[in-house]
């Protein structure tokens, strides 16, 4: 058996190449409402909190969906699983479009909550899927491709919404409307590509060794929830995703922040996100490939992820001093920073999960923690849509602070609840992580 990637095929690309599609699908519709912020607002005549709340349904029918979409997948399995997803998320999306001005906020929250369920399956999914198709040693710069399809999908966002709606809201349905044949084609090839490695008619035997060959075997039986949430390992990964909160911040929040501090308008917000969002592409291929290369010089899996991590949110620190910038371009590059280093902690916290998880858990893992980080995101929309209101951009100001402190705070915690990453058996009992890959193995 060989274990040299050059030599056994390629195949696992392909599927990864879907879960990137599917991924830049899924936060194209997500970023839209964020980038035509400041024009729906006005159109519509939304106050700050009215503009939380719409956030906050999206982020609340999240955690829902995350309630069970996770367990959905596991059951049933990546390719219907994902299938059903993001059927759901593609068709609430496209009747945001259907939404009239005489109940603007009741419309667009009924639509971004119906969004927000069929969203919610797509990382446990995306997650599931590269646990089913690399080997541990590959999974975080393959995670780091498909995460960075995320900036793919809010870069496009400002460029098509610029340059099909008005300032004045002109035309603000049509971006709504690309996301049906967007999703058609990638569902056709899905159902065409997808099935498990070890029931794959074109995988050859050799790739298939590859991809199992960090990987015990396992068996069908499913995991139930009761047994997940006592582990202190599905409590670790949940703590690393109240980090959400910050990149939705970014997301939702950023255009607003950029038009009331700066004056940038939705014809403007195109390059300020495309430097935010290369730069945290930037962060989610680099992040991968860092501690990827770190187990393969023959670290333990545990130091590279967490050195790593340390890494990421000593990166982040500097975002603090956006909202004291005088500069617009400085303020974006800080962002952009804070961004690059989010999605290398992301992409690094999410293969935790299936580190030290069996494949059969992955999704479910993947669903509590994300829940857990979506349930914050809300408190702090509210928050921040009431301060806002109240006490104008000094909102902004604590945002960033707590954005660029929260993440190596958090990282103390993690460490303490898992110090070894020991990796778990399909009963989930601990058993002994196989030695170090020596320097220069594949």
Do not use: C
Not at 79 to 106: D, K, N
Not at 225 to 230: A, E, M, V
């Amino acid at each position: 058996m060989t274990n040299n990637p050059s030599k056994i095929g390629h195949y696992r690309y392909r599927i990864l190449a879907l879960v990137f599609m599917a991924t830049t699908i899924n936060y194209f519709d997500r970023s839209i409402v964020g980038v035509m912020a400041p024009t729906l607002q006005k159109l519509f005549s939304w106050s700050n909190s009215d503009y939380a709340a719409i956030m906050v349904s999206f982020k609340i029918a999240y955690g829902i969906g995350l309630l069970f979409m996770g367990g959905i997948i596991d059951r049933f399995g990546t390719r219907a699983g994902y299938t059903l997803s993001i059927a759901i998320w593609s068709l609430f999306g496209m009747l945001h479009a259907a939404v009239r001005p005489a109940f603007s906020l009741a419309g667009f929250i009924a639509a971004r909550f119906g969004l927000g369920i069929g969203e919610a399956g797509n990382f446990p999914a995306a997650i599931k899927t590269v646990a089913e198709w690399f080997p541990k040693k590959d999974r975080a710069f393959a995670t780091g491709i498909f995460d960075a399809s995320t900036s793919v999908g809010a870069i496009l966002a400002p460029f098509i919404v610029g340059a099909i709606v008005t300032v004045e809201g002109k035309n603000w349905q049509i971006p709504f409307l690309f996301t049906g044949i967007l999703s058609s084609i990638w569902v056709y090839l899905w159902l065409r590509t997808y099935q498990k490695p070890e029931f794959h008619t074109k995988l050859s035997k050799a790739e298939l060794d590859y991809i199992n060959s960090d990987s015990g075997e396992e068996t069908t039986e499913k995991i139930p929830w009761l047994k997940l949430l006592p582990k202190r390992e599905t409590w670790a990964f949940a703590l690393t995703t109240l980090t959400d909160g910050v990149w939705w911040f970014y997301l939702f929040w950023g255009a607003k922040f950029l038009a009331e501090q700066f004056g940038v308008d939705i014809k403007n917000i195109g390059l300020p996100f495309l430097i935010i969002f290369i730069m945290a592409d930037a962060g989610s291929l680099l992040g991968g490939l860092v501690s990827g290369a770190l187990i393969k010089k023959g670290w333990s899996i545990n130091k590279a992820r967490k050195i790593t991590l340390l890494v990421n949110a000593i990166i982040i620190l500097p975002v603090i001093f956006v909202p004291v910038s005088d500069s617009k371009w400085l303020a974006v590059f800080l962002i952009g920073l804070g961004a690059a280093g989010h999605q290398s902690w992301s992409i690094n916290s999410y293969t935790l999960v299936p580190d030290v998880f069996p494949k059969k858990a992955t999704a479910s893992v993947i669903g509590i923690g994300k829940m857990v980080g979506v349930a914050v995101a809300v408190v702090a929309d509210l928050a921040l849509g009431a301060v806002l209101d109240t006490a104008e951009n000094s909102g902004y100001f604590w945002a960033f602070v707590i954005a660029g402190l929260s993440y190596i705070s958090i990282l103390g915690f993690v460490h303490l609840l898992m110090p070894r990453m020991t990796p778990l058996d399909d009963n989930l009992n601990y058993i002994k992580e196989k030695p170090p890959i020596p320097p220069g193995g594949a």
